[in-house]
């Protein structure tokens, strides 16, 4: 299951999404957020669900690495749908109704709509910020973005930096856990059987080496950072400055007007919409 977790790998390309500038990136992955959230009507998350698949093709990772991200996320999607769906109790007669299990429309409305957001946050999310953009670009992207902070005394490069080494060390770890699951399988380790206290039991030789092995790999990357001096952000220059294209500023007026298309989807009901479009077409 580990081998599946991909969020925080940076896939290298020469997509829309790629050449893209990583602060138009940051403000366009907050918009997508809010369009995912804010999405109630079947128009309105039909117009997000375009929005996702628009970032996934113009993204160029393949969809067998789209699809693997959310692999490890099936129990909590799968928890949550049937979670809205035999708790959320509807106005009419239900669907289903055997024993104290009573399924309403409402309930599978809900299901369907929460399936939808939780896949495209996820989708969303690993294709802006991890699959296209490397740690580097998100690290520059975060300190541009909070620079105003710095006048209140804010140690933003600080966290830019701290950020762009969390999501720089998921793969690792995700790579150490594996090898040392590996090693203890070797030694006859049984992770599989018995239950569940003892399977949390089994993780103690886990969760101990890897702790280990972080706190080892974060003393080393203290140690050589500051055997280069590297003394925080105040002073230092960019090798690779930053330049927003006529492109970044054209995708973000339609993130923010994709925005504003969900708030009217969401005023309006489909009969409105029914008829308006019938009008403008005929």
């Not at 999607?77 to 959320?88: G, K």
Request: hydrophobic share 55%; proline share 3%; glycine share 4%.
């Amino acid at each position: 299951m580990l081998k599946d977790v991909t969020f925080g790998q940076y896939f290298p390309g020469n997509s829309l999404l790629h050449k893209a500038d990583a602060r138009f990136k940051v403000l366009i992955l907050i918009e997508y957020i809010v369009i995912v959230l804010l999405a109630n009507s079947a128009y309105a998350v039909g117009l997000g669900l375009l929005l996702t698949a628009f970032l996934m093709v113009f993204s160029g990772v393949k969809i067998r690495l789209l699809l693997k991200s959310v692999k490890p996320l099936i129990f909590v999607l799968v928890f949550t749908c049937l979670i809205n769906l035999f708790l959320t109790r509807g106005s009419g007669a239900p669907l289903v109704d055997w024993s104290f299990i009573k399924i309403y429309k409402e309930g599978v409305r809900n299901a369907i709509a929460m399936l939808i957001r939780l896949l495209s946050l996820v989708l969303g999310t690993s294709v802006l910020i991890s699959f296209t953009t490397s740690p580097l670009e998100l690290t520059d992207a975060l300190e541009s973005l909070l620079s105003p902070l710095k006048k209140i005394k804010v140690p933003v490069h600080e966290f830019a930096m701290m950020m762009s080494i969390a999501l720089r060390f998921i793969p690792t770890l995700i790579e150490e856990t594996n090898k040392i699951i590996s090693a203890q399988k070797a030694r006859c380790a049984d992770f599989d059987s018995g239950n569940i206290f003892k399977k949390l039991k089994a993780m103690v030789p886990i969760l101990i080496p890897l702790f280990v092995s972080a706190v080892r790999r974060a003393e080393e990357l203290a140690d050589a950072m500051e055997c280069r001096c590297y003394h925080g952000g105040k002073g230092r220059t960019k090798l690779n400055v930053m330049h927003a294209k006529l492109r970044d500023y054209i995708f973000l007026l339609a993130v923010t007007a994709i925005i504003a298309g969900v708030v009217v989807l969401n005023r309006y009901d489909a009969s409105f919409i029914k008829n308006l479009i019938k009008d403008l077409v005929f």
